[in-house]
């Protein structure tokens, strides 16, 4: 069923869902209170952005041209309607099509910053895939690949351009290996938790094409309080004010 929701409390802005498919998460929420943001940016370039949560988080956060990729048709034209609920069409672009394609869609070296929510799960034998497809190509890597996502940054990032996403900790070691694949270094990196005690099970990454050696390991990020309520530094990512 098709949903006009608030994005939390971000200038009153609000995204088109579909309950049948799949909601925004916190992870969208984390991403673009992340990712390195300055005054110079030109051009932000969102993978994989569904229905434009990241895109429309960024519009309040810089005044660069936002440009979303996604796609499953259906997807997009529910993002398109949020783009235009919100008339933001003059800073926010949205492609429908394989962010494998974009080699072909743009030059080289033009792009300050990607940002990416990517499918989290690999696919194999064990993959339990017996779910909507909308969900299939969210979660899981059935279009693109960690891979993928890494060689489409390394040919568009400007140099030093940033590349932001966040994955499962448990991913990490595959995301570092393919980071120092594709000459994007690492340089920042925040751990999230459920809540202090736990394991953590999500992990904000940024790195820059052809960056310098220096990593920086942030605070870690609790996202509920033993109540189950979420945390004041969390509260304070669902709003612009």
Not at 223 to 237: F, P, S, V
């Amino acid at each position: 069923m098709e949903v006009l929701n608030d994005l939390v409390n971000y200038r009153g802005l609000k995204i088109y869902q579909n309950t049948d498919w799949f909601l925004f998460s916190l992870d969208s929420i984390l991403l673009p209170n992340f990712v390195t943001l300055n005054k110079n940016i030109q051009t932000v370039l969102d993978l994989g952005t569904g229905n434009a949560p990241i895109p429309l988080v960024l519009s309040t956060k810089t005044k660069a041209q936002i440009i979303g990729v996604e796609i499953q048709k259906d997807v997009y034209e529910l993002a398109k309607k949020t783009i235009e609920y919100n008339h933001l069409e003059n800073q926010i672009e949205l492609l429908n099509m394989d962010m494998r394609d974009l080699k072909k869609q743009f030059v080289g070296d033009s792009i300050d910053v990607i940002t990416c929510n990517p499918p989290y799960f690999k696919v194999d034998d064990m993959s339990n895939l017996n779910e909507d497809f909308h969900k299939v190509v969210a979660r899981h890597e059935v279009k693109v690949q960690l891979e993928d996502i890494l060689s489409i940054s390394k040919y568009l990032l400007k140099n030093n351009g940033i590349l932001a996403m966040i994955h499962r900790t448990d991913r990490l070691l595959d995301i570092l290996r393919c980071c120092n694949q594709f000459g994007m270094e690492v340089k920042k990196i925040r751990f999230v938790y459920p809540k202090q005690g736990s394991e953590s099970n999500m992990v904000l990454i940024e790195a820059r094409k052809n960056g310098g050696v220096g990593l920086k390991v942030l605070p870690p990020l609790y996202a509920h309080l033993e109540n189950g309520e979420y945390t004041d530094e969390i509260k304070k990512m669902f709003s612009d004010s």
